[in-house]
Every structure is written in C-alpha cells, then in structure tokens.
C-alpha cells in the first residue's frame, strides 16, 4: 500500500484537543468531524487539505484525550498518513485500531518541510520525499500490529477470531 | 528478569507466568468503560462485530458525565443512544443522572475497580484507578468495543520509570503538587509509553485522594498508567466501597526500572501549570508579575473529591470572593455533593459568592457550564490546559490546587492560600 501527497508540517506537543476541539464531540459523524478537524492549530487546514495529503509533525502527536474522534477526524479529512517522531500512546493505539497509517521517523521529520510532495510504503517503511529527492527508512510495526493493520483495523482482526 | 507491579498485573491477565517490556499481549478485562462522547462511537462499532453483545453486564461501565445534563439536543441524542444500549443490553453499571458523577470519581466510589484489577476505559484519565494497585488505562472507542465484545484487549507491555518517595508533604502541599512537580521535570511526554510506578516510605503518608489525583495525571506525562503499591489505607478505602475480591500485587526486587526519581515530599511547594501545557509548571512563590484571573473551576476527576472541597472550604469560609470573579464548584460526584451539603460547605460557598454545580465535567473539557471568552483567564484545579481546553482559542487555564484556587478566587489572581 502507497501513500502520496502534499504534507502540512506542525511541531510537538499536537494535542487531540486542537485536533478535534471538544465542543464539537457532541457529533460522531467522520465527515462532520472532519470540517473542525485541526481548527484550533491551522484553521487553513480544512480548506487546503486534499485526498492523500501527509501530516508531518514533531515530538508526541496525538497526546491528551482518548478520543477516537481525533484520528477518525484526520481520516475522513482526506490523510493518508501521519509521520511523527513519536506518538501519544493512545492515539497510536486508535490510529492502528481504526487504520489510520501512522510512521515514527525522526530522520524524515528532520528534513521533511510543509508543502513537500511526500511518498509513503507502508509494507516497507520506506518514506520519499519527492521534493527534496530523499528518502528514509520509517520503523516498521511489529507483526502482531502488521496484521491488524492488514485487516484493515482491530473489528476485522478479531471478527476473523470469533 | 524480575517484573515491575503493572507487568506482574498484565501476565496474571494474560495467563501467562512472566512479561517483559515490548511483549504484545491479550490480556483479560475487569471492567470496560465509557462515557458520553465514546460510547457512542464504541456502540457504532460494536454492531460490527460479529459478536455484538457484551462479554459481561457487570463488567462494563456507562457513565454519562461530559455532556450530561444534557448541554444541547446533539449532546441528548449521544446520551439516549447510551442510555438505550445500556437498558437492551441490561448494563448493571449505568449512571443516570441522579446517581452518576465524574466517571474517575465515581468508579472507586461504587467500589468498581479494585487492586490487582484490570480496567480499560475509553477516556484518557482511566489511569486514576493506579491509586487502588489496580493496571488501568485509557484506550479508544474501538478499543472500547472490543473489549465489550470480548472480554480482552491488547497491550504492549510497558517499561517503567520509578518514582521514590520520601517525606511528607508541608501543610498546603498536595497530590496536585507533586504530580504537577513530576510532569513540569520530565515533561508532557516523559513518560511516554511507560508505567509511573510510585514508591517508598512517603507513599503511606499520601492519601487516597492524593493518590487518586496523581494516578489521574500520568497521562499528562504520556505515561500508560500510573500505579501505587497496597497499602492499609487501601485496603481501608476498598473494605469501604466494595465488596469485589482484591489481590495484591508486589514489584519483584530485581525488576528493572528506565529511571529512578526520588522526591521529597517536604520539598515541594504549592505549584501552577501555566498555558498552554501541563509542563510549564512554577510555585507559586516564583510568580513575579501578578496574573489576573477571570474564573476559577474547583472540581474533574483530577480534584472534585471531599477533601478538595475541604481544603478549598477551609480557604474560603468567611471571604468574598474578588469582584468580577466567577467561582464554580463541581462536586465530582452525587455522593461527594451530599458530603459537602451536610458539611456546610455548599452554603458557604454560595455566601463567599461561588456558584455550586451538580457533578459533571462541564468546563473541563470546555463542555458547557462555565467556558471562557477570548482572552480570559481560569484558575482551575483540573487536569489540562491545552489550547482552547476551556473555550476560545485565545483563552488561559492555569492548573492548581484546590487551596490555591480558591486563594486566587479571593484575590482575583493566582494566590498562595497564606495571603489571604
Ligand atoms: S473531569 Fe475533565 S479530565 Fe476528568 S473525565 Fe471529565 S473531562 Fe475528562
């Protein structure tokens, strides 16, 4: 699986409540979500966001609530993938449980800038930078996340128990 | 290798002998929890999953506490669709008004969670049952679904950082302190991924409050939970609340740790996190230029328990507080409400010109009853203080202790409670 598109580029400390502020968490609905989604950090972000767009951000992302409404949010807004380096434990957890692709690559985000045309494989890791012609390899998940991922998400994984 | 107590926790849940940290786990739940915002999500999931029951009436727990009462006809119809999944599917443990609370407040109350348990809640400060020597975190809506279904979640094992406590703490000092003092040295992502294990002779001199509020904000240093030995005091607390089964679980003295802080207890001084990060702490007596408050939120998760109320009443019994200040007290729960009414606090309150609500998170999470305008700013002995947490964007929290705020309420700005 391939991802590729522009990246818009935040720094540490990405809390879930800029991601999806709380006063819109009396909706569940993806798309409903996905209109506020980054509004209290990059009220632009809705506007400029297109399908297969990258978010590229420091330290921590995702830290703060447990809401799911945050990487849901950021997936019906058109990401196709988050790379950071490093992610608040539960939204890591709600990123791989909903699908949402998620990369830890210091060296990517060192060098990655906003507006970068950015390529992503998810099977291998491995991130290019389009722009900039450079490529990185991103950690790859352990098998055990490999395979929810592949089910395309935790209900999948473990309706294939039951 | 030995293992530390939350590993010890998760392999008794995994049937296995031994974990060591980085090993991914399924894992047996106790309880299963959520509120008004996630459980919604969660029920939509749950559909679709084949087996779209829960493992366990009495181990799941729904607690309408975010937007309830009811802030507006979105917020009603997320609440009714709870409401009604709990009455078909004859959930034990569902909290309507009335009876409900804070849902962190309420859980150790009812006597839900108790040591040696295993609790996911879909809500981040499901960490605070670490007060009780119970593993609990916060997970997802998915996560929520699933365990609901079947009784199990996974987990990567944890590595932990150790916290070593001695001393006590000065009068004025608490749980708030010290877990504010923790966050501002390793900051909001220091403990990411970890287990805060606290221990040493200091933790017998911290109550169970305390306990519960530092619990609480593990997650506001990215830990995965934040646990406490079993002490008498527990044991105590638990012989009042519940009647579950309890075990104990011990550290092996060979497990090893990523860190070890000590701390003094009687070194520490009423501290405030200042915006727009839980780690931008100071004491107070650092605060050089005055900061000029609008509001002062005395109630979560984090601090809405008797003994804040207390520490809170002991401030404020007899003063007024500043003109053009808005006091709220939130009683965490129904229970802790009656507790204040029948200390007298409550009539207090309202005579030092505070405003008494019924439990809920409301301005906590920037929900409802009292959210700030642009530009204004709250002494609030919650939890976060992120950008826009309490209303607009360009609005403050500053994060404190219950004597603090309301000392800052008295003065119209952040306070010690010895000026006043
Ligand atoms: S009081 Fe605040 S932190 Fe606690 S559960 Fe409610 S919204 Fe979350």
Redesign the interface.
Known sequence: MNAKGKVFRYGD?V?T??II???Y????DPLELAEHCME??DKEFVNNVHKGDIIVAD??FG???????A??AIKASGVSCVIAN?F???FY??AI??GLPILECPEAVNTIESGDEVEVDFDSGKITDVTKNQTFQGQAF?E??QELISAG???NY??KT? | MGMTMTQKILAAHAGVDSVKAGDLIMADLDMVLGNDITSPVAINVLKKIKRDEVFDKNKVALVPDHFAPNKDIKAAEQCKQVRCFACDQDITNYFEIGEMGVEHALLPEKGLVVAGNLVIGADSHTCTYGALGAFSTGVGSTDMAVGMATGKAWFKVPSAIQFNLTGAFKPGVSGKDLILHIIGMIGVDGALYKSMEFVGDGVASLTMDDRFTVSNMAIEAGGKNGIFPVDDQTIAYMKEHSDKAYTVYEADDDASYDQVIDINLSDLKPTVAFPHLPENTKTVDAIKEPVKIDQVVIGSCTNGRFSDFKKAHDVLKGKHVAKGVRLIIIPATQQIYLDCMEAGFLKDFIESGGTVSTPTCGPCLGGHMGILAAGERCVSTTNRNFVGRMGHVDSEVYLANPEVAAASAILGRIAAPDEV
């Open positions: 400390n809390d409540d800029v502020p709380a006063r968490l009396n909706t569940s209290d950090i330290d921590n830290c703060g609530s447990s809401r799911e409404h990487p849901i490093s608040a434990r539960i957890r709600n449980n909903i352990p055990f996340m998400g935790l209900v473990i309706n039951l």
